[in-house]
């Protein structure tokens, strides 16, 4: 039972690296229809800035969390209206392309401007040990997953009751309807990459404490794919919670079966799953009124 | 308020939908823009208000005016702020947001403060949606659907109402009710109003004045009532001959192979 519990809990930990990129697939799909490859790359160009921001201009940790997320939202806007934006009204296949191209160019922008090397990436709340019953995290464990409930509340409310989310629904429901509602539907664009990129550049800095800033660190985009797919690519919520499941089923899988299991077990889901139900465990059906 | 004049309109750089069309709308009018399927209207009201780009939709000649600006280079939500708000055909609810939601999202540009008092209005005017406010749009019945429709460009406080066939697809007693809600608008709030619409009687029973529109061009236009006793119109659109029986199918089709002739 220990041995359970705290391979659900570990599961859960990388679960919400694995949901929070997963957000953040999601965000940019629903928004705009295409389906962001670069993501993985965003989350490290994101998570390497911060590690500069932290290590070499030494900023304090209150200071640090401001501006990543003030960065990374430049970033993923610099992108849509570098790359993204001259492609409109081209097919999203070239679209999907494009952003292939965005991935490789920053996997190589990277390892130029901050070498091949690993480094650490500390934080205040790193290095100690939390116990609760038998389960023991560590704080920086603990601080993931409080990273992911907080963002997934946050990206709840935000699609729910503000207006800028609720325009982000529309322009994805009906682009023509919302541009007659008054919305720009370049700018919802625009918000789209940058949130998405805020949420999935904080993961990438959680995953920079917990292993290291490392020039490899982008698969963790496309082990988060799968938690996209699983959860439905048109939400958020969905897709935050298609991390989890896909983090706890990789652990135990591996603890309990075979160690190699780990990083296919998830596939392995979704391909029941999706023959279940096509649209995702929580993407939204499509009516047939209308 | 609204003037449009020599509008050439084109789909896919070729297809030409609009030829030449000049119309007009004053203030505080209801302008009716008539026409059989396919004679362009849709494609003039989607140039008005700017979303021809997604159907790849371009206007190659014409002027744009509203309320002394010219408005043909300016974008859709710059074109809502300027208080045009279009109802375009076929409704087009958000299927998957709330009724509430809907009507919300049709006052985006609008101030909190302003949005709720409109939100009460919109109920008052349509009670039924008031009980239905959070379901989802897209299981609303038709006329449920454009109450929706016709409320959710409300909350944007329009200055120009653009309607495209509000009585698609409804029962009388639902097309009696959104067509006295446009009235309405008119008398009581003094919106300007362009309908178009496949139900000419009706239209132009609360029409100011009227146009008609073939093939991309207007052939015919005059005050509501003028329009109402042409013999031409009467014939072809509010399907009465001179007698006032209703002409045969044969005799249109007569009609239509002569016009080809002439054009
Ligand atoms: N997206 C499009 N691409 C190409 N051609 C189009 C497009 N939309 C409309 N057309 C063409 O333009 C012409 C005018 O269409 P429009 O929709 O404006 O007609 P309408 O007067 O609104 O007709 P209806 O009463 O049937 O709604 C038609 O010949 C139509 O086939
Ligand atoms: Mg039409």
Known sequence: MDLFLNLVASGLVIGSVYGLIGMSFAIIFRTTGVLNFAQGEVMMLVAYTAWTLTHTLLFPFWLLVPSTIVLAALIGMAIERLFIRPMTGQPIFAIVMVTIGIAITLRSLTTLVWGHEFEGFSVPFSGGVVEIGPVFLLTEQLAVLILFMAVSAMTWAFFRFSRVGMAMRATSQDETAALLMGVDSRRMSSF?????????????????VLFARAPDMWHFGLKSFPAAILGGLDSPIGAGFGGLIIGVIGELSAGYIWNGLKEISGLILIIVILMVRPYGLFGEKELERV | MLTLTNMQIVYDRVIEAVRDVSLEVPEGRLVALLGSNGAGKSTLLKAISNVLFPEKGEVLHGQIMFRDRDIGKTSANEIVRAGIIHVPEGRRLFPLMTVEENLLMGGYTASTAALHDALDKVYTM???????RK?????????????VAVGRALIGQPRLLLLDEPSLGLAPQIIEEIFEAITRLRNEEGISILLVEQNAALALEIADYAYIMENGRIVLDGTASEI???????EFYLGFGDHGAKKSFRDIKHYKRRKRWLS
Not at chain 1, 192 to 208: F, P
């Open chain 2, 126 to 132: 349509f009670p039924r949606l008031k009980e239905r």
């Open chain 1, 192 to 208: 789209a990459w940058a949130i998405s990129a805020i949420v999935s550049g904080l993961a990438g800095v959680m995953v920079s």
């Open chain 2, 228 to 234: 109402a006793k042409n013999a031409d119109v009467k």
């Open chain 2, 135 to 147: 379901g989802e749009a897209g299981y609303l019945s038709g006329g449920e659907q454009q109450m």
